[in-house]
């Protein structure tokens, strides 16, 4: 047994553990019985180079990093499965973060050999101290969203891709398949930045929403390693604020106002909670939630309204409005066709070969004619 085997040994064992895998886990994950995985960790047996890149993908790892002396151990990952006690739910939590970090760590390759750094154009942080209760999490997020809205100059416009808003404000963001109570989470790691992985099952609208709420924890929430975001009520004041923060963000007071003009004592109806589901692209329980928030109804109204939402009474006037289907944006197919359009400029450049190429495509679903006809076209430029 070497000194180099034994650490690399040991960064296997804490790698594994912060993903919540047995022994016995990790080697259905690579396909190696679990005394083999066992032999490794101790530094008795040497991985194959086949195996350590199974195991590196298994642990969301580069191989080098179990190579490198300053290994980090990202023992915050830990809390993401402790908020997920179900196993079958924790298996699927494993293989979307194996997914989603793979990702990561391709696109922030590509970028850098483009010489592109997507952390330059993250904003700083804002600074918020912890909220003391609901009233002062909901403010947090509202004045949150204005001076971000503000920063962007926005206005009151509609946010069409959040994806490409991510991206131009230095997140990275991926759809993966996630248990099906998680909206989202959110890793800030330093190989590959901020990056957000959305569950790539929700409808349109709930997607948006789920982006607009995990981007509020890129900004206010950037002091740990990782968020998790779990559909339905917020379990803290955290989520709370993220919560307000997405409402706010997506359906500007202004935006939401115009939405819904309407003759003088005409009261709120499904009609203007359906004009403001239309105008942004949120569901209509989503908007309904916001026009109470903005006090333009009572409480009794919006008990009310909610009832009708909840018999599906909403749905003729989204009709009646004509809601187009746009083509779905921001979902994992167009994930995956970014990484591979930024892998082809990279090709152009001749940063990386044809080889290289056709086996990005093919770890991110794209088969080697697909990229061979591609590169047809493009060399016919």
């Given at each position: 047994m070497t000194v180099k085997q034994q650490r690399r040994g040991e960064q296997i064992r804490i790698a594994r553990e912060r993903f919540h895998l047995t022994q016995e886990q990790l080697g259905e994950f690579v396909d190696l019985p679990a005394k083999d995985i066992d032999a490794i960790e101790r530094g008795e047996r040497s991985p194959r180079c086949n195996e350590l890149e199974r195991i590196a993908y298994a642990v969301g790892r580069k191989v080098w990093e179990f190579v490198d002396a300053d290994f980090v151990d990202n023992g915050e990952l830990a809390a993401l499965f402790r908020a997920t006690p179900q196993p079958m739910a924790r298996t699927q939590l494993t293989k979307a973060l194996q997914e989603g970090i793979s990702y990561a760590l391709q696109f922030a390759t590509l970028e850098k050999r483009l010489g592109n750094v997507r952390a330059s154009a993250l904003r700083p942080a804002l600074e918020f101290p912890a909220p003391r209760d609901c009233a002062e999490a909901v403010c947090q997020g509202d004045l949150a969203a204005i001076e971000e809205r503000r920063r962007l100059d926005l206005g009151d416009r509609d946010l069409h891709r959040m994806q490409h808003l991510f991206e131009?404000?230095?997140?990275?963001?991926?759809?993966?398949?996630?248990?099906?109570?998680?909206?989202?989470?959110?890793?800030?790691?330093p190989r590959f930045g901020a990056f957000v992985l959305f569950n790539a099952a929700q409808s349109r609208a709930r997607r948006r929403f789920s982006l607009a709420h995990e981007y509020g924890h890129v900004l206010m929430d950037r002091h740990g390693l990782a968020s998790l975001s779990k559909i339905g009520p917020p379990e803290n004041l955290v989520e709370l604020r993220a919560n307000a923060f997405a409402a706010s963000f997506l359906m500007p007071e202004g935006g939401v106002l115009h939405a819904i003009e309407r003759p003088v004592g005409k009261p709120i109806g499904l009609l203007e909670v359906a004009a403001v589901a239309q105008a942004f692209g949120v569901s209509r329980r989503s908007a309904l939630r916001r026009i109470r928030h903005l006090q333009l109804i009572s409480a009794d109204e919006f008990?009310?309204?909610?009832?009708?939402?909840?018999?599906?009474?909403?749905?003729?006037?989204?009709?009646?409005?004509?809601?187009?289907?746009?083509?779905?944006?921001?979902?994992r197919r167009d994930s995956r066709g970014r990484m591979l359009s930024l892998a082809f400029e990279v090709f152009r450049q001749e940063r990386i070969?044809?080889?290289?190429?056709?086996?990005?495509?093919?770890?991110?679903?794209?088969?080697?004619?697909?990229?061979?006809?591609?590169?047809?076209?493009?060399s016919m430029e």
């Open positions: 131009m404000n230095g997140v990275g963001s991926v759809a993966v398949s996630l248990p099906d109570n998680v909206s989202g989470l959110t890793l800030f790691d008990e009310c309204l909610a009832a009708k939402e909840a018999n599906s009474e909403g749905e003729p006037y989204s009709t009646l409005l004509g809601l187009f289907n746009p083509p779905d944006l921001d979902s070969s044809r080889g290289k190429l056709t086996e990005i495509g093919k770890e991110f679903g794209f088969g080697s004619d697909t990229v061979a006809r591609l590169v047809e076209v493009f």
